[in-house]
């Protein structure tokens, strides 16, 4: 396949900035609205009609790569493709309400989210959900709360969070952020936790082990259940990272497991789009003891409808509102459209996609079985080299030297969505850029928009607005 | 097992013909997917969610008669979430796939179209606060404003105490997410009163010590009114070595006093009103500081750098202050963000250009001004309740209660905030102000 992205280009510049087109400043003229000395004097914005803005973001849109354009494979991220129907589903203009009106008024939106509550509780095993916090890190962050609200509901103080050096880095900032020490677990030779170790890190300070399963090399944590019981003997309670749910549709459920407390990140396994970095959503379930520490407010069915309500001993709020309604909007049409046979397929093809496409690269896989994702390496050669030189050949490479227990890591995850024709595509991405000259891989890449982009001067120079270019730019 | 929209069995989303799909399980060597799964038989799930599968269509009209389980009401709300009208552009541009369905720009080569949206809205935000660092985005005010509380936090690690002072008019949901956040790094909150509807400045004035690390303060207020010594509060703060964070939304700082010259650090605040429309709480939250405390921002950070032809190209950085490189001792765990929203918000901004920006704050004064005066002419209500400037909103008392108030008026297709038995909260902007008249009808018949 030969690919070349789109380039708008003039001089030493791509397509000019909004201010470059136009830049028009007005007076405020206050007279009387307001007293002068409450109002700016002026306002300086671009000034610009919506044809030329339509041509501005459009040629904007086609410099910028998407899962809609092909292959998308980065590791723990799970872009798959996000159906269109749910875009209109959640364009519905009945749907769009204000927070602050009655529940009576607002059945229909109500219904939606205990749906989706219920749906997610049975995805994995929770007996309660929140669909609060508005990403896979705030998810973390309530679910952290909640254990801490319960640890100290029963007078008992602990210190310390403890996650294997393999997870998501949002885990050890979440730990962190809600006042915990982080006691960080090396992993086994295997890739998976060492239960020695964590023998060794858990004590009465323990207030809760967040795990990934699959872990972030794709391995299924076999030692589940013994971990589950060690960490529950301790007094501990024990945390899913729903990061790599999309592995585990229909065959296994974080409840069933032992794990008390997860977050699912809608944007991954439930297909609502990523937007570039958001927003997602990351819903929270918890066990029928940890229920009654739920953010509020949450909404349950009664005889005379759906209704909002405060759990017992709620932590309160993650969020100003109620979350990022239109993406879970977007989560629920997806469930509902792809029902049980759907989701435990999606699981399955995912799985199937990563084990061919891995059968099909020149480069290691150290660790195995592996499941929806896996870490190849790129042995002596940089695999950051290799990604850009990957852009080339028209797909998106793995996320890079991530995670470090394997070394050059090239961390991939090619999601349900591929055909075998597209994984052959991204194959040879693979192959010919692991076999490309050094040369080659260190001027790449050369067919996107932008050639390799200087990320230190950006880092030491750090120009972040328009303003900050100055007229000699 | 084929592959096709409509098809009942497997996601419809998984394009594998049986052709290859059987070639690929012969390339790994199992002979079903299932083989590959190494999930102990302890922990299988052998059960079902109970949901079946709905092909596209059906499914659309059962969600289109959930959603008309809602009533059509006009809503005349506010508090933090308010709509304006958003031009067709923002749709149609927003939803191009490009945009939707990317990612976070790890690789900018192949990213530029949005690392320049997300450049300019930046951008944009310098402009409207006149501070020179505006990240890419916060989930909501609240998260923002809690964000802020902890880099004041950081900044100030030598501090005596390390409390927070917030306004007794406070969104319970802002507060609600500030008392969690500040929890895990020991801060406590103060509340200091409002007098009229606006800061007692004298009294915060006693409050404001050398424990306090920020002074929070908002234009407008969750009452709709416009503040009028931003910098007298700010003297407090500086005064006492605070921080001082100021809320606000975009519309407002289009005609409000500009942060900067009243001496905010930190803009936080709601910015969803451009760009999304009413939806049900989800917005975008907006964060902008000074200079020098670049390297404790939150969340993400577009720059300009140069690519290896030498041409102007846009990337993230400073990413050693994220978590997936700091972990634990990162600036924030935030990853996810709310990326989109900054398009939409930065698409209609633009679309509106300055000149219609203004105008729209200026709108959000007279309006809110001149359906207060209406309302104030029915016997047994007074609105605005506080002798202040307002934006959108403002506080109308009633002799009569306000929840059979609000009750009455949903029976007439109208929705009003009732903050308790005497008081309820009116909201007027562009999206619903062609139904004041209604309103001012309805409120008549029911009191």
């Not at chain 1, 005889?303 to 989560?331: R, T």
């Not at chain 2, 709310?338 to 398009?343: E, K, P, R, T």
Request: aromatic share 6%.
């Amino acid at each position: 396949m030969n690919f070349d992205q789109a380039r708008f280009s003039r001089d030493d510049e791509y397509e000019p900035l909004l201010s470059e087109k136009d830049s028009t400043t007005v007076e405020v003229d206050s007279d009387g609205v307001l007293p002068d000395d409450l109002t700016r004097d002026e306002l300086t914005l671009p000034a610009l009609s919506e044809p030329q803005l339509a041509r501005h973001y459009t040629r904007l849109s086609q410099m910028n790569y998407s899962v809609e354009l092909g292959p998308y494979p980065l590791g723990s991220c799970t872009m798959k493709y996000n159906p269109s129907f749910t875009e209109d589903v959640a364009a519905d203009p009945n749907a769009g309400v204000h927070p602050d009106r009655s529940d009576r008024t607002i059945q229909g939106t109500l219904g939606l989210l205990h749906g989706l509550q219920e749906y997610l509780a049975d995805i994995g095993g929770m007996d309660a959900v929140t669909l609060q916090p508005p990403a896979g890190a705030a998810g973390e962050f309530t679910g952290i709360l909640v254990a801490k609200a319960y640890h100290e509901s029963r007078d008992d103080d602990r210190s310390e969070i403890i996650i294997p050096s393999s997870a998501h880095g949002t885990n050890f900032a979440s730990a962190a952020m809600a006042g915990y020490d982080v006691v960080e677990l090396p992993s086994d030779d295997d890739g998976r936790v060492d239960m020695e170790a964590l023998d060794a890190a858990i004590s009465e300070e323990t207030a809760a082990l967040m795990l990934t399963n699959p872990n972030t090399l794709g391995l299924f944590e076999r030692d589940i259940v013994d971990i589950a019981e060690m960490v529950h003997d301790a007094g501990g309670l024990l945390y899913y990272d729903g990061a790599n749910l999309n592995a585990l549709l229909g065959r296994a459920r974080p409840g069933d497991m032992g794990f008390d407390i997860m977050h699912y990140n809608v944007h991954k396994t439930f297909a609502t789009p990523h937007g570039g970095g958001g927003p997602g959503a990351g819903p929270v379930g918890v066990v029928e003891e940890l229920a009654e520490f739920l953010p509020s407010p949450m909404v349950r069915e009664t005889a005379a409808g759906y209704e909002q309500y405060e759990p017992e001993s709620s932590i309160g709020k993650v969020h100003g509102f109620a979350g990022n309604w239109l993406v879970l909007v977007k989560a629920y049409a997806y469930i509902a459209r792809l029902g049980d046979a759907g989701l435990a397929d999606a699981s399955a093809k995912a799985v199937l996609n990563a084990n061919y496409l891995a059968s099909q690269i020149d480069l290691e896989v150290p660790y195995g079985p592996f499941h929806h994702e896996f870490a190849a390496t790129s042995g002596d050669r940089d695999a950051a080299d290799v990604a850009k030189r990957m852009l080339d050949y028209g797909v998106h490479p793995p996320t890079t030297k991530w995670p470090e227990l394997v070394s050059q890591a090239m961390l991939t995850e090619p999601t349900e969505v591929e055909d075998k024709a597209s994984l052959d595509d991204l194959a040879h991405a693979f192959n010919a850029a692991y076999a490309d000259s050094d040369e080659a891989l260190e001027t790449a890449p050369t067919k996107t928009s932008a050639r390799r982009i200087d990320q230190v001067s950006a880092a030491r120079n750090p120009r972040l607005s328009w303003q900050a270019l100055g007229d000699g730019e | 097992m084929t592959a096709g929209n409509g098809r009942r069995v497997g996601s419809p989303y998984a394009p594998h013909t049986d052709a290859d799909e059987e070639a690929m399980l012969d390339a790994v060597g199992v002979d079903s997917a299932e083989d590959l799964f190494d999930i102990p038989g302890e922990v299988r799930f052998d059960g079902e969610f109970g949901v079946d599968s709905a092909d596209e269509q059906e499914l659309r009209n059962a969600m289109a008669d959930l959603f008309s389980r809602n009533e059509e009401l006009t809503e005349f709300l506010g508090r933090g979430h308010h709509a304006h009208y958003v031009p067709a552009l923002v749709d149609d541009l927003s939803r191009r796939s490009e945009f939707l369905t990317s990612y976070t720009q790890y690789q900018p080569e192949i990213a530029q179209g949005f690392l320049q949206v997300l450049f300019e809205y930046q951008s944009m935000l310098v402009e409207l606060t006149g501070l020179p660092v505006a990240n890419c985005s916060m989930y909501d005010a609240a998260t923002a404003l809690a964000e802020a509380a902890l880099l004041a936090n950081r900044l100030r690690r030598g501090a005596s105490g390390h409390r927070v002072l917030v306004p007794e008019h406070l969104h319970e949901g802002r507060l609600g997410v500030l008392e969690n956040y500040l929890d895990g790094a020991e801060m406590e909150i103060g509340e200091y009163p409002m007098d009229d509807g606006a800061v007692d400045v004298e009294t915060l004035a006693d409050l404001v010590d050398d424990e306090t690390v920020m002074v929070y303060a908002e234009t407008p207020t969750v009452r709709g009114v416009i503040e009028e010594r931003l910098a007298d509060i700010s003297d407090l703060a500086h005064d006492n070595d605070a921080l001082f964070c100021l809320g606000s939304d975009l519309v407002a700082l289009a005609l409000l006093e500009e942060p900067a010259s009243v001496g905010a650090d930190v803009v936080v605040g709601e910015a969803g009103a451009l760009g999304l429309g009413t939806a049900y709480g989800m917005g975008l939250g907006i964060f902008a500081t000074r200079e020098e405390y670049l390297r404790q921002v939150p969340g993400r950070l577009v720059g300009v750098s140069e690519d290896s032809a030498d041409m102007r190209a846009f990337t993230l950085t400073l990413q050693t202050r994220e978590q997936h490189i700091r972990k634990e001792r990162a600036t924030s765990n935030i990853c996810t963000n709310q990326a989109w929203v900054a398009l939409r918000t930065a698409m209609h901004m633009a679309w509106l250009g300055p000149d219609r920006l203004v105008d729209l704050a200026t709108q959000a004064v007279t309006d809110a001004r001149d359906l207060a005066a209406r309302l104030d002419e029915l016997s047994g209500v007074k609105a605005p309740l506080y002798d202040r400037h307002h934006f959108r909103e403002f506080v109308v008392r009633t002799d009569q209660p306000a929840p059979a108030i609000t009750n009455d008026l949903a029976g007439r297709g109208f929705a009003v905030h009732a903050l308790d038995d005497h008081h309820l909260q009116v909201c007027i902007t562009d999206a619903n102000a062609d139904a004041a008249d209604g309103l001012v009808a309805a409120f008549e018949e029911v009191i």
